[in-house]
């Protein structure tokens, strides 16, 4: 049987070794075992495997599948200085759908995904001690992206000039785009004091919400309903405004937002405002002023990251394999991970 997983680095052998440790098992994986591309793969470095284990015992505790999601060092997509290769073993929840970020989703979907967010968000305005502690230096994935960009490589200008050559159709909108580049990104922590204005209280943000993050299930109609919101890397401490910019420019087309993005943050603002507790205080006085930011934001920080991202392939830096781990707690292959924990996705 072939050892390596989607011609990964990754190994079964390094699975199994994993799963024992995790579970106290000497289960091995038996001749049934497959694993085969998930989703289509959606991930931007990853690939993402649905694996069948056929547990030669103790299959009564010991999952019978789970979703691996295996990080690559494609030049098409590494947008970072350096990636760690690796995996992580996720809970395989099934009957449900993927849709990808140019896909978009019911407002019915849309309303429930607003649901999760109102969630975080009441959370955190009435257990402010709970925020407590997390790292200051975390962002959000479309804030990382836009970060490195700032920093490293060509430039935020001249990506953009390279995303015209490649969609010349587009031109007027990347335009439009450039002239919000000296405002919002010529320095970024101007950037991230602007994000932080958005909403004066803390709130804990999930940091990654768009359609591939969330599972969805498709009902007899042809609607997405919200199943499981996953992929929880990029929670932090910020504005609210950032997830909400993130869902609703992924989620939704942009004739449903030029219509109806007033009806979906009434609906976020009031839905918040239900399920505080006494005490605790809303970030803005009203709807209108939640409104007044996502006008202003929401085209750069719900596109830029994206169409910088195809136009940067050529200055993509490839890196050396050599770090394997598994983050879901099962445990890591490779003293060079324990040695820089860092370093490691």
């Known amino acids: 049987m072939p050892s390596r997983i989607l011609d990964s680095p990754i190994t079964w052998e390094m699975l199994e070794a994993d799963f024992k440790r995790k579970y106290k098992t000497a289960a091995r994986t038996g001749s049934g075992r497959r694993a085969e591309l998930f989703a289509g793969g959606m991930g931007f470095i990853s690939k993402i495997a649905l694996v069948q284990f056929d547990w030669s015992e103790d299959r009564d505790r010991l999952p019978e599948s789970a979703i691996v999601k295996i990080t690559v060092q494609d030049p098409d997509f590494d947008y970072t200085k350096q990636t760690a290769l690796g995996y992580i073993a996720l809970e395989h929840i099934k009957e449900t759908v993927g849709r990808h970020f140019y896909d978009n989703v019911c407002r019915t979907g849309a309303f429930e995904a607003l649901e999760e967010l109102v969630k975080l968000a009441a959370f955190s305005l009435n257990n402010p001690e709970s925020l407590v502690g997390w790292p200051d230096n975390s962002k959000s994935i479309p804030a990382n992206v836009l970060a490195r960009f700032h920093d490293e490589g060509p430039g935020l200008v001249k990506l953009m000039l390279s995303a015209k050559l490649q969609y010349p159709e587009l031109a007027d909108e990347m335009d439009l785009m450039i002239q919000w580049i000296p405002r919002f990104f010529d320095d970024f922590a101007n950037f991230t004091e602007l994000r932080n204005s958005t909403c004066p209280a803390p709130i804990l943000c999930q940091g990654d919400i768009w359609n591939p993050n969330i599972l969805w299930k498709l009902d007899g109609n042809g609607a997405y309903h919200v ?75 719900g596109t830029l990251p994206l169409v910088c991202n195809a136009a940067g392939k050529s200055w993509a830096i490839e890196n050396e394999p050599g770090v394997f781990i598994d983050v879901a707690g099962v445990g890591c292959t490779s003293t060079v991970c324990a040695e820089n924990p860092e370093g490691c996705l």
């Open 227 to 301: 199943d499981k919101v996953i992929d929880w890397q990029y929670v932090h401490v910020g504005s609210a405004v950032e997830d909400l910019i993130l869902f609703l420019h992924a989620g939704t087309s942009a004739e449903d937002i030029e219509e109806n993005l007033f009806v979906y943050l009434n609906y976020y603002y009031n839905e918040l405002a239900s399920r505080l507790n006494p005490g605790a205080v809303m970030p803005w006085n009203s709807v209108q002023e939640l409104d007044t930011p996502l006008g202003g934001l929401g085209g750069p920080v």
